[in-house]
Nanobody, 125 residues
């Protein structure tokens, strides 16, 4: 599976962005897809994840209520809608996919086999 993440950019605090993660090579419907981010000088951290069917999602506490993950399997794409953005959300955002990951491992980046190239989100204060 090849993943292409896009949609990042520069936005003012309080603004919104929608990131997209489009898969090629295999149907994204077969994979659990997660979003992770890495801020300058920090380790990569979990942001959100969505199950294959879209019926289950999970969010980091820091983004809960502000970010929404969704998927359109017909378009082979997973989205991350980000609202009420804060300067602390500034990071490179990565999407990741795995076809065999289990629920208890959804938040561990080491458990994902496939990664997109990352898209930069910059939130100005």
């Amino acid at each position: 599976v090849q993943l292409q993440a896009c949609g990042g950019g520069l936005v003012q605090a309080g603004g919104s962005l929608r990131l997209s993660c489009t898969a090629s090579g295999r149907p994204v419907s077969r994979a659990t897809v997660g979003w992770f981010r890495q801020a300058p000088g920090k380790e990569r951290e979990f942001v959100a994840v969505i199950s294959r069917s879209g019926g289950s999602t999970s969010y980091a506490d820091s983004v809960k209520g502000r970010f929404t993950i969704s998927r359109d399997n017909a378009k082979n794409t997973v989205y991350l809608q980000m609202t009420s953005l804060e300067p602390e959300d500034t990071a490179v955002y990565y999407c990741a996919a795995d076809t065999r990951i289990i629920l208890s491992s959804w938040r561990r980046d080491s458990e994902y086999d496939y990664w997109g190239q990352g898209t930069l989100v910059t939130v100005s204060s």
